[in-house]
């Protein structure tokens, strides 16, 4: 990688569910892209990338790519704080310290007001420089005219001129994932979480005003309810997930406008949909075990929620009724909760932030260039040690290499071609069973490094286990684009296929 050639900037998308990045990739004008090399990953596709660490800025959501080198580092985050998290989560685990050196890498963080500074900090420990009010990208797209045709894109048999959309999307409690931490005591046998709840009650309300009801789970908890939300089979009740918005190309962002109203509990989605001012309505059931569990940032929660709370089934149909015929109730509460969390209250986040990063890049050019010459050096320097230790392995002086490869990691991160040549010594002191595990470990860390698949081909074929072997040079192939390798792939692949 030469100084001449353009800043690399690397973007991650990690969900269909209100990704900031997805929109300001989106949003990147012909001029950057010129002037820009600028990619967006998913985390698959990041994880196959043989070249991640070798970007310049990494533009981030969920705190999910940090190099090991100086980069700039910028983020968007997804969401207002509104729940105690990180420094402010009483369950979290980590301690402050990683979090705050974690935090301390941003070179900048978006922000949506003073308010959100203050809350983001508590929780991060960063320092007030990092922060720019600019608006997050994905509240753009709140505004677009398209919303509603967009939502009649993924449901065609939607009514969409007729009929009253309300979304409902509570926050995440508990996932398939890790079933054991439970964040509020939600009542699971309705993903209303009410007490006593009567679906035929509920669909009647539904057709006698016209109305059609979204459900939009958390895409950990989509499983959770995929049964009770199939049972209700009924054309007033709709389920979007996140096939539906990847199958059509969208993000939750670019529909979440076709909403006349919203219900929720503490996901701060609601937070975002106040720019829109329409009625919003809580469910706050489990309010109190949420508050003991997690903590929530801004109390009191009546005062934060600019809605009605409700506690029963009832109340929910009374207070949509009332939005109904009276959407101006509660507006005044609205408007003071919308200008204390937005600064901007308009469509043009995402100029704003591309402005700051194309003005930020221009005024650290020097340094970035620097940094990605001392990257270089660096990566030179570490192949020179390599390609020592794996002479020594050649020439079988295998306790020196063994000593020299912890002697490398003591200062560098593990990379495939510690993970091989650790696993050619114990090739080579008769162990190839930990010669795989090594060999395994790496590729699960590696996945597009072709030398760990060829190894592991190597060592099953020497073990007769051809099924494996052919398994791993097939893979090996489809990864590499070295000639040499391929031929060698192939000439593997040919003896073996005689042999059966």
């Given amino acids: 990688m030469h100084s001449h050639e353009k800043i690399k900037i ?58 090991d080198y100086d980069k700039v580092n910028i983020d968007l985050w997804h969401g207002f704080p509104l729940k105690g998290m990180a420094k402010m989560d009483k369950q979290e685990s980590t301690p402050d310290e990683h979090i705050v050196q974690h935090w301390a890498k941003k070179d900048m963080i978006m922000s949506y007001s003073a308010l959100y500074n203050t809350a983001m900090n508590a929780c991060n420990g960063g320092n007030i420089a990092q922060y720019k009010i600019t ?6 797209a709140l505004f677009s005219p398209n919303s509603k045709a967009n939502f009649n894109r993924i449901f065609p048999d939607l009514n969409i001129d007729q009929d009253k959309i309300i979304f409902f999307m509570p926050t995440f409690r508990q996932s398939i994932m890790t079933p054991g931490k439970l964040e509020g005591g939600k009542n699971t046998q309705n ?18 005003h016209g109305i059609t009801l979204v459900v939009k789970l958390h895409p950990f908890e989509e499983s959770f309810f995929a049964k009770e939300l199939k049972e209700f089979g009924s ?28 219900i929720t509990d503490y996901s701060s989605v609601y937070i975002d949909y106040l720019l ?37 089934q009832d109340a929910l149909h009374q207070a949509i009724a009332q939005f109904i015929s009276e959407p101006e109730s509660f507006a005044a509460e609205r408007t003071i909760i919308r200008n204390l969390c937005h600064y901007y209250q308009d469509n043009k986040a995402s100029e704003r932030i591309w402005r700051l990063i194309d003005e930020y890049i221009k005024d650290n ?6 940094r990605r010459d001392t990257f270089n050096s660096h990566k030179q320097l ?23 490869i912890n002697r ?18 114990h090739l080579l002191t008769g162990n190839p069973i930990e010669a795989i595990n090594s060999f395994e470990k790496g590729h699960n860390h590696f996945p597009w490094d072709e030398d760990l698949l060829y190894n592991l081909g190597y060592v099953y074929e020497m073990m007769n286990d051809n099924n494996n072997a052919i398994k791993y040079y097939l893979k090996a192939q489809q990864k590499t684009s070295r000639p040499e390798m391929n031929d060698l792939l192939q000439e593997r692949l040919a003896a073996l296929s005689n042999e059966y």
């Fill in 10 to 67: 690397t973007m991650f998308h990690l969900s269909s569910s209100g990704s900031n990045n997805y929109y300001l990739f989106q949003a990147a004008s012909d001029e950057l892209r010129a002037k820009y090399d600028i990619e967006l990953l998913t985390m698959e596709q990041a994880k196959n990338s043989r070249y991640i660490d070798h970007s310049d800025v990494y533009i981030t959501t969920h705190g999910e790519y940090l190099s």
């Fill in 135 to 140: 608006g997050l990208p994905r509240n753009d």
């Fill in 191 to 208: 993903f209303f979480g009410l007490s006593s709840f009567d679906k035929q009650a509920l669909i009647s309300f539904l057709d006698e």
């Fill in 235 to 262: 054309q007033r009740i709709l389920v979007l997930n996140d096939s539906h918005l990847s199958t059509a190309q969208m993000d939750l962002y670019d529909v979440l406008g076709a909403a006349d109203m919203l």
């Fill in 276 to 312: 829109l001012d329409r009625p919003v309505l809580f469910i706050p059931t489990d309010l109190d075990e949420y508050r003991e569990n997690r903590g929530l940032l801004f109390e009191p929660y009546e005062l934060w929620t600019p809605g009605p709370k409700i506690y029963s």
């Fill in 365 to 370: 050019m020097a340094v970035i260039l620097e």
């Fill in 382 to 404: 570490q192949n020179q040690i390599k390609q020592r230790i794996q002479k020594m392995i050649e020439q079988e002086q295998l306790a020196q290499a063994n000593e020299a």
């Fill in 408 to 425: 490398y990691l003591e200062a560098n991160s593990a990379d495939p071609d510690i993970f091989a040549m650790n696993g050619m010594l």
